[in-house]
């Protein structure tokens, strides 16, 4: 599912305050052998996800997005990627020192984005 430009904006503009902080847990992640594939979950406003770690609350930077680090061997585990789809998931992920991978959830659908850490490169989809 595609998200609405609003919505990419509002991403997009929380992410700027916080990506550093992002790209220093994906490259600890992988350094550190958690996993090749660091995925960061954003949900917007009060929604809470019980998936990953808690790594920015909202009320602390004054955004509107709340951000967990989690990985792919997660997602696996709890079922929102099958087993059997993992090695498609894999072709997609882009270059994790690159572009962070962000599972986007609202209350109306979820979304994979890949946001870039360069500031001046193209958000994927």
């Known amino acids: 599912m595609e ?3 609003e919505i990419y904006k509002s991403l ?9 902080y992002i790209h220093q847990i994906a490259l600890g992640m992988i350094k550190g ?6 995925i960061f979950i954003a949900t917007l ?3 809470d996800i019980d998936l990953g770690l808690p790594i920015v609350n909202r009320s602390d930077f004054d955004i509107a997005w709340n951000f967990n680090a989690s990985h792919i061997e ?4 709890k079922g929102l990627v099958n ?3 993992v090695a498609d998931f894999i072709q997609a992920y882009k270059d994790p020192e690159q572009y962070m991978c962000v599972f986007v959830v ?15 490169r193209a958000i994927l989809n």
């Open 3 to 5: 998200l609405d430009e």
């Open 12 to 20: 997009h503009d929380d992410l700027e305050i916080c990506r550093d």
């Open 33 to 38: 052998n958690v996993s090749k594939y660091p």
């Open 45 to 47: 406003g009060e929604n």
């Open 74 to 77: 997660d997602f696996v585990n």
């Open 83 to 85: 087993k059997g789809r």
């Open 106 to 120: 609202n209350e109306n659908a979820s979304s994979f984005v890949f946001m870039p850490y360069d500031r001046d």
